[in-house]
């Protein structure tokens, strides 16, 4: 009999976790072949290749993202295959099922709650032909013109009894991203999270993990992302786990992590500060910082403790922290959402996720939708529109400045720019993302994709379109972020530069002088001039750029003179470019 297990993931270089799970618990029993596709393919294609299979029993891993283009093509294989018994299990089916059973004729069996013993208890009865489901947790059948909902499967306990998806490795998951699990359920009751419709925690043993990690390093993923809902919820369970991860010291994976910031202690954020730069990636929930909206959604937040671990962990400057925000939550209208935002941005996370609240099936917040007003469209991902407390074109307008956050704020390009602009024109950081983006779709720049070197002269023309009385610095300042950020010696034509040849043509003269070599390279003083020039870039500046940005971004008599700047780029996640004032030796070398 053939089996195939399948599932639609956003993107080609995710790996799906859960048919894995069901393919390793029901091992012996058949032959199963797992088929993952995108759902950026066509249709059509995908239910040709599933087809072409000749497949005796498909089940399909279904989540908001897919649960529509998987429908379909559940349709066309029973249309051209009717033998075909189909069965769908994960999120999107798990709490209405009888509804989608009556109208999705072509659906056969669909498995709700944790799968792997239900599945290979539904796989025996369909081989066997026995044709009587009765017994069998967590399914919902068909029989006859009748459709049959059983009770409930138990949760597993002793997790361990499911044999590790990641056995079989060679090359198929190399330069991947990787979901692991060490841990189900959350020991929080977040109401806009389906985590909530479990009670508890449990873990696999270390040893399961352990060996499931060495598995993952020597099959050279690019990432494996725990999606434990709060890694930290143990917190010697978690330490071992990095610490077993820090000790392997592997060579460019990262691993991202779900954590509750205020549950990270003294004694661990200590442990954190001896993390290799990028071994590690936190993503830390904070959602709001409303009291009342908190209160409202069962989130507990010690919010004083969660800004001193953030920014804790960032002077450190090895683990990126990815800070989300969930806009449309109860509560929070245009001006309490504008508060949470400058609360997180003023911590100066790497990455600020500015997301808005999907109503997923199963969730509290949907049980409770008209008490709060929620709109939205029941079909996938169930996105909140408007809510009684925020109207739809401030969550359009709060869409425009997430779309500018992505590209003014997260990948750090523009990081001295902004931070100037907003100190000195803005009373905040929401401000200044709510005035450029009026600006921004008033030219029509939403409309379009850009370049990063547009970006950079698109906030040009907004300075000078707002007649900022600095230009020239703001200017100055933008083109230090682009050389910073970008190893690329053709620096566009709309910064004003000066003695380019000459330090040009002086760069090797400069990296030979020991002096500079002792103070700012040193790793460098025995290494050919040639093996670090193309490391190196050096540039004159009109002003006293680093007096400035240690100055706090505020123009003081003191900048107002040349600075020649030696930069050093780095392969590092998080510091990427070093910059030092070589100005003095740069006058006394006598330069021509």
């Known amino acids: ?260 910031a205020h549950l990270l202690d003294d004694d661990m954020l200590k442990f954190l500060k001896r993390a290799k730069e990028g071994l590690f990636q936190f993503e830390i929930g904070v959602q709001s910082t409303n009291e009342r909206t908190l209160n409202a959604i069962g989130r507990i937040t010690n919010l004083s403790r969660l800004k001193k671990v953030t920014k804790q962990i960032k002077s450190y400057k090895n683990i990126h922290q990815h800070l989300d925000l969930i806009a449309g939550l109860p509560y929070e209208d245009y001006d309490s959402f504008k508060k949470s935002f400058n609360d997180v941005y003023e911590l100066k996370p790497e990455k600020i996720q500015l997301g808005f609240l999907k109503l997923l099936k199963g969730s509290g917040l949907r049980k409770d939708r008209m008490q709060y007003g929620f709109k939205f469209l029941d079909s996938p991902p169930y996105e909140v529109l408007e809510t009684n407390y925020i109207k739809y074109e401030e969550m359009l307008k709060l869409k425009g400045i997430e779309d500018l956050v992505e590209k003014y704020y997260n990948e750090k390009y523009f990081e001295h720019s902004i931070e100037y602009i907003i100190n000195n024109y803005y009373k905040s950081p929401f401000d200044f993302y709510e005035d450029y983006l009026k600006y921004w779709e008033e030219n029509g720049f939403h409309k379009i994709l850009h370049s990063r070197n547009r970006l950079y002269e698109i906030l040009i023309q907004f300075c000078r379109h707002k007649k900022f009385s600095d230009l020239n610095i703001i200017i100055e300042i933008i083109k230090y972020d682009y050389i910073i950020n970008n190893k690329n010696f053709n620096i566009p034509k709309f910064f004003p530069r000066e003695e380019v040849e000459v330090i040009q043509k002086n760069k090797h003269k400069i990296l030979k002088d020991k002096n500079i070599l002792q103070e700012f390279l040193p790793k460098y003083i025995n290494s050919p001039t040639k093996r670090i020039i193309n490391k190196i870039h050096i540039e004159k500046f009109r002003i006293d750029i680093i007096c400035l940005i240690n100055n706090g971004y505020h123009v003081t008599t003191n900048i107002f003179k040349n600075s020649y700047i030696l930069f050093e780029y780095k392969e590092g996640v998080i510091n990427r470019c070093f910059s030092y004032d070589i100005s003095d030796y740069i006058k006394r070398s006598d330069l021509k």
């Not at 392997?248 to 779900?258: A, G, L, V």
Request: glycine share 4%; with cysteine; aromatic share 12%.
């Open 1 to 260: 009999m053939k089996i195939v297990l399948a599932t639609l993931n956003s993107k080609y270089i995710h790996a799906a976790l859960a048919i894995r799970y069901l393919k390793s618990y029901s091992k012996g029993i058949a032959d199963i072949e797992l088929m993952e596709f995108t759902i950026n393919q066509n249709i059509d294609y995908i239910a040709g290749e599933i087809y072409k299979k000749n497949p005796d029993i498909i089940g399909f891993s279904t989540y908001i993202w897919n649960r529509d283009e998987t429908l379909k093509i559940c349709e066309i294989i029973k249309l051209v295959r009717p033998e075909t018994k189909i069965i769908l299990g994960g999120p999107e089916v798990s709490f209405d099922g009888l509804d989608l059973m009556n109208n999705c004729w072509y659906v056969d069996f669909i498995i709700y709650g944790e799968g792997e013993i239900t599945f290979k208890e539904l796989l025996n009865s369909i081989i066997s032909e026995r044709e009587d489901y009765s017994t069998i947790e967590g399914i919902i059948y068909r029989k006859g013109d009748s459709i049959i909902e059983n009770p409930p499967r138990e949760l597993i306990n002793n997790l361990d009894i499911i044999p590790s998806p990641y056995k079989i490795i060679r090359d198929e998951f190399r330069d991947k991203i990787v979901y692991l699990e060490s841990s189900r359920g959350c020991p929080f009751n977040c109401q806009f999270c389906l985590s909530s419709t479990i009670k508890g925690v449990r873990f696999f043993s270390l040893d399961r993990v352990k060996e499931d990690l060495e598995r993952l390093i020597e099959a050279e993923v690019r990432q494996v992302k725990f999606v434990d809902r709060t890694f930290n919820a143990n917190k010697e369970y978690a330490m071992e786990i990095m610490d077993f991860i820090m000790k392997k010291n592997p060579h460019n994976i990262n691993f991202h992590f779900e954590v509750t």
